[in-house]
């Protein structure tokens, strides 16, 4: 960076900008690019993928990987993060669960939530901890 740069306090954060494209990007156009840079630089690739993976992204997974996923999951908070997803999504999740888990999910999916949307995305952030965790212990795989 040149020294005038410097002086007047611009500074240009490649990576901040590439993370904000991946977001925006369709899925498989992010694929295709992570999958490119992993061979050119895998350090990159998996700071960037691990940078633009969201809440929403865990329906990106497959059935086995989201599987092993929502079964690490409490069942109470699992229902509060799904009160919040469309309901494809939250038929999806149930049904990779044993039907204890999904019917102690379902009830806490029940009742009003509707003051409780912090809590919900709370649920949320604490599942993708989860998901990030097996994906960096290579359990599962995004993108």
Known sequence: MSQNNQEKGIFINGKKQ?????????????????????????????????????????????????????????????????????????RRALGLTNRAIALKAFEIMQNDLTGNRSECLRAQQKILEIALGLHRKRVIQFY
Do not use: Y
């Open 18 to 90: 590439v993370i904000e494209l991946l977001q925006r990007m369709d899925t498989a156009d992010k694929i295709t690019l992570l999958k490119n840079l992993r061979n050119r630089n895998p350090s990159l690739a998996k700071e960037l993928t691990e940078s633009c993976i969201s809440f929403e992204s865990i329906w990106d997974l497959n059935d086995e990987c989201l599987k092993t996923v929502v079964t690490q999951v409490n069942p109470a908070i699992l229902g509060l993060a799904l009160s919040l997803v469309h309901v494809k999504n939250q």
